[in-house]
Nanobody
Framework: QVQVVESGGGVVQPGGSLRLSCEGS????????LDWYRQAPGKERDWIAG???????FYAASVKGRFTISRDNAKNTVYLQMNSLKPEDTAHYYC?????WGQGTQVTVSS
């Protein structure tokens, strides 16, 4: 059974940082592409970053230069390092690989 579990969300002040984790079981992340999405209240779920099985990374314009996606193959975990956070980054963050989604983790950026 495949499981994808996000963690690392929380409340942070503007300008702060958080690192989200997406841990997989029943699936090998290094053999698959993986993407991060986020959904703010009342808005659609938006793609924000991705990492291919070959390690190539992609970013939405809204987060490029502030967020970094990476993968630890030994831990079968993908990370999203988020720096210079803004109030508009407040959302529920999800990871997805193939058809498998996690339950997400909440990020709130507020002073």
């Amino acid at each position: 059974q495949v499981q994808v579990v996000e963690s690392g969300g929380g409340v942070v002040q503007p300008g702060g940082s958080l690192r989200l984790s997406c841990e997989g079981s029943g699936i090998i992340f290094s053999l698959n592409d993986l993407d991060w999405y986020r959904q703010a209240p009342g808005k659609e779920r938006d793609w924000i970053a991705g990492i291919s099985s070959g390690g190539i990374t992609f970013y939405a314009a809204s987060v490029k230069g502030r967020f970094t996606i990476s993968r630890d193959n030994a831990k079968n975990t993908v990370y999203l390092q988020m720096n210079s956070l803004k109030p508009e980054d407040t959302a529920h963050y999800y990871c997805r690989t193939r058809v498998y989604w996690g339950q997400g983790t909440q990020v709130t950026v507020s002073s």
